[in-house]
């Protein structure tokens, strides 16, 4: 019962911290070149980010409709046209100042780990 | 061999088997149920359904048919609602963790839609489905209502086929999950509506937004959006302000009824207290009998506006009642309905018997050929109330004014007055010796008959519709004189013609003929 909890207290706590990062990394891609959503997903997948594609839909959403993303419909040599995503001027003002935090948590989290001795 | 079905996902058509298909509905289904209360609900569902048209095409290759191996490769690429939940992806929604706890458990609640529902049916489901949109647990309320507004001016049957025929019956699973939805309260309604909005307008811009990917540009489509856009703030902006009205103005409603439930309830029991003295007029043997009929009366009703009352604020402050109280008073409302029925039975026993006492008064003191016929309308002064100016009271007697006069053409030579005396009663011994209690006192003076427009009931006796009828004969070749200056109230009289009117001429004189009663100097037609 003790395990269980711990555990699920666990993995409340890995998905806060992904959560914390995912829309960093979103905004990140996006703003590298215009992004369908499943190069966005492949590249999230790769950092075990999210794992299926259904979730980031609702988050593609919710950050155009906080005006950080915007997208374009693009023609597509198979099916209907595709909705291609990428950043808009307030989202990389947005994302500069995410990167900072960032920068400066890495250095922060970096400090408070780095003389921690697992054997003792 | 399997069958085949045509679908368009995504603005794609796809020929698919029967059993992929179903397989592919019910994840949608999900999809669907779990998004709806997300914002952008539209869009998302819609991307989510694009995406799978596409890992279709992707994974169709050069085949033709969607099976069910390429559907269940797609949800395995898009993950179900489930895996959302384990996912950092969080719709930001309050009490979000409290949802997916029930997702899991396989209980959607969704945004809420007005159905028919199918499962709980007595006609058509029209009543089940509004009390399922409103929350309450058993639709006989709704039903109630439904009679009650029929009974009470014919208004529920069209009501009723008109809901019948414009709510969709709920018949997908998510229908269902949207017929029940989440209460509806102050908090939430105005996202709701906005909702509902969002969903019209998406559709629209969406629609504009469409055709300039593919057109390379439209202004058409821009100003499209901008219309609904702004059309949409408009209505942000109403329903904001409806929001804001909405809490007060249920407030007020509710006070209302609450207080027209006191004010009810203490008329009531003013009334019960002052009537007391007189109950036993009506009362079955016992007064508290109809003490408990007129109790009952007031629970009933007043139970039914309290409970509305009550309810508004329950929207309003999600304040419930607990389930054993609420079980104990409606089981005390049901026991009330019983219990009046039982003294209306009881009551109505005492009237199920008629009987009637005949006298025959030869009116032989009037001699001279012209009767002088008045009325007495003058019920005594020193009543205390009177009920519809037809039953007065007094502290010895109740006075009814329920006597019928007639004239009618008489055998033999001298006037006669025929008096019926009626009661109605547990049987006929007690309803003949209340007929012999009425005192109804007519006036022989000279060439003169007046009769009372009213007659007693003293007191100790029970009043069980008691009435008067009395009869005039004149003999053929005798007079009538209707004297005084006051019309007169004749219920039936034989007449040569229907005009000229007795009514219409106070101090006429009429003289019986073979024919019936002709006026010798009416001046009114």
Known sequence: MKAKDLDKTRQQLVRQMRRGVLELCVLAIASKKEAYPSDIIAELKASELIVVEGTLYPLLSRLKDQGLLEYNWRESNMGPPRKYYSITETGRAFLEELLQTWGSLVQAVDHSTQNINYNE | ?525
Not at chain 2, 271 to 290: E, I, N, Q
Not at chain 2, 385 to 409: C, H, M, P, Q, T
């Open chain 2, 1 to 525: 061999m399997n069958k085949v079905q045509q679908i368009n996902l995504g603005g794609v058509p796809f020929t698919i088997d029967e059993d992929a298909l179903e397989h592919l509905t019910r994840y949608l289904d999900t999809i669907h149920a779990h998004f709806r209360q997300s914002g952008g609900y539209e869009e998302i569902t819609q991307d989510i359904e694009a995406r799978m048209a596409e890992l279709f095409l992707e994974g169709l290759g050069q085949r033709e048919i969607v099976a069910l191996k390429e559907v269940e490769d797609a949800i395995v690429i898009m993950g179900t609602p489930e895996d959302f939940g384990a996912e950092p992806i969080d719709e930001p929604v309050a009490g979000s963790e409290q949802r997916r706890e029930r997702e899991r458990a396989g209980d959607y609640r969704t945004g809420r839609r007005l159905f028919r529902n199918p499962d709980d049916e007595t006609i058509g489901g029209v009543c089940s489905g509004i009390a399922a949109y409103f929350g309450i647990n058993d639709p006989l309320w709704i039903r109630l209502l439904f009679i009650l507004v029929t009974i009470s001016g014919g208004f529920g049957v069209p009501a009723y086929l008109i809901l019948w025929a414009i709510l969709p019956k709920a018949e997908t699973a998510s229908d269902r999950l949207a017929m029940r939805g989440e209460p509806i309260n102050v908090s939430n309604i105005g996202r709701i509506i906005e909702e509902e909005v969002e969903h019209i307008s998406h559709k629209v811009s969406e629609f504009g937004g469409k055709k300039k990917g593919q057109n390379g540009g439209g202004a058409l489509g821009d100003l499209l959006r901008q219309i609904v856009g702004f059309v949409g703030k408009v209505l942000s902006v109403l329903v904001h302000l409806i929001s804001q009205l909405w809490k007060p103005l249920l407030l007020l409603i509710g006070a209302l009824l609450i207080l027209a439930f006191l004010v009810s309830w203490v008329a009531g029991v003013t009334g019960a207290v002052f009537f007391w003295p007189y109950l036993d007029y009506f009362s079955p043997d016992w007064p508290m009998v109809s003490l408990m009929g007129a109790f009952n009366v007031l629970i009933i009703f007043g139970m039914v506006l309290l409970s509305a009352g009550l309810s508004i604020t329950r929207l309003l402050y999600g304040t419930r009642m607990s389930r054993s109280w609420r079980a104990g008073l409606t089981g005390f409302w049901i026991l009330n309905i019983i219990s009046l029925i039982g003294v209306l039975t009881f009551v109505a026993r005492d009237f199920s018997n008629e009987a009637h006492i005949d006298r025959r008064i030869e009116l032989t003191g009037i001699t001279a050929d012209t009767l002088n016929f008045r009325i007495d309308e003058s019920v005594p002064a020193n009543d205390q109330f009177n009920i519809d100016g037809a039953l007065f009271f007094y502290s010895d007697a109740i006075v009814s004014d329920n006597v019928d006069l007639e004239i009618r053409k008489g055998e033999g030579e001298g006037f006669t007055l025929e008096e019926r005396l009626e009661s109605r009663g547990t049987n006929l011994a007690m309803a003949e010796d209340l007929a012999a209690g009425i005192d109804y006192q007519e006036q022989v003076a000279a060439d003169a008959l007046t009769l009372p427009s009213y007659f007693r009931i003293p007191s100790g006796t029970k009043w069980r519709a008691q009435g008067v009828r009395a009869i005039l004969r004149v003999p053929v070749g005798r007079h009538i004189r209707f004297d005084g200056d006051t019309r007169f109230y004749i219920d039936d009289a034989d007449k040569v013609e229907y005009r000229p009117r007795i009514y219409d001429n106070p101090g006429s004189t009429w003289q019986m003929t073979e024919e019936g009663l002709l006026c010798l100097d009416c001046t009114k037609e």
